[in-house]
Every structure is written in structure tokens, then in C-alpha cells.
Nanobody, 123 residues
Framework: VQLQAFGGGSAQAGGSLRLSCAAS????????MGWFRQAPGKERDFVAA????????RYSASAGGRFTISRDNAKNMVYLQMTSLKPEDTAAYYC?????????????????WGQGTLVTVSS
């Protein structure tokens, strides 16, 4: 499965962006999907994950209440709606797929990764 994230860009603090992740070469319907982000000079951090059916989601402390992860298995797509953006949300955002839900906040449990899409939030 190949993943491609897009939708990044520049936003003002308090604004919104919607990231998308398109899958090809296979179906994501049997995978739990996640979003991670990596700021310059920092480690890759968990942002949000959604289980294979879309019935369960989890968020990092910084994303909860502001970001919403969703998926459309029929379209082979995963989304991350980001609102109330802050300058500290500036990072490259990556989508990933994992067969495991229990380790969905751990990047090591993810088998498939897309390239990053850059989000820049200015104050």
C-alpha cells in the first residue's frame, strides 16, 4: 500500500487546515490509520489514529479537542481536520497504516508511511 499525504500549507494561528491521505496499490479498510508529525530538529510525534472501521479514534494531548481524524474506506482516504491552529503545530505531517490498534500511538507499529506534507502556522 502506498500512501500520499497532501493538503498542507500555511495558515494563521487560529485558522484551519484539512490534510488528506490517499492510498493506492491496496485497500486501507483492514488497517488502522494514523497521523504523525515532525518539527525541525525534533522526533516524530503521534497526533491521531483511527481504527480500521472508523469507530474508534485516539488523539495526542495536544491534538485532542482541536483535530479530528476521519476516514472513508470506500474512497481509500484518511483525513485530519485541524482547527484552532497554533504556531507549535508547524511540522511535516505524515500518514501511516498499521495492522495493530493497541500500539497505534507508537510509530514503530506502523507498516506503511506516506511522505510528509508541510504545515506552517504563523502567529
Amino acid at each position: 500500500v502506498q500512501l500520499q499525504a497532501f493538503g498542507g500549507g500555511s495558515a494563521q494561528a487560529g485558522g484551519s487546515l484539512r490534510l488528506s491521505c490517499a492510498a493506492s496499490g491496496g485497500t486501507i479498510s483492514s488497517y488502522n490509520m494514523g497521523w504523525f508529525r515532525q518539527a525541525p530538529g525534533k522526533e516524530r510525534d503521534f497526533v491521531a489514529a483511527i481504527n480500521y472501521s472508523g469507530g474508534n479514534a485516539r488523539y495526542s494531548a495536544s491534538a485532542g479537542g482541536r483535530f479530528t481524524i476521519s476516514r472513508d474506506n470506500a474512497k481509500n482516504m484518511v483525513y485530519l481536520q485541524m482547527t484552532s491552529l497554533k504556531p507549535e503545530d508547524t511540522a511535516a505531517y505524515y500518514c501511516a497504516g498499521s495492522p495493530f490498534w493497541s500500539g497505534s500511538s507508537d510509530s514503530r507499529s506502523y507498516r506503511y508511511w506516506g511522505q510528509g506534507t508541510l504545515v506552517t502556522v504563523s502567529s
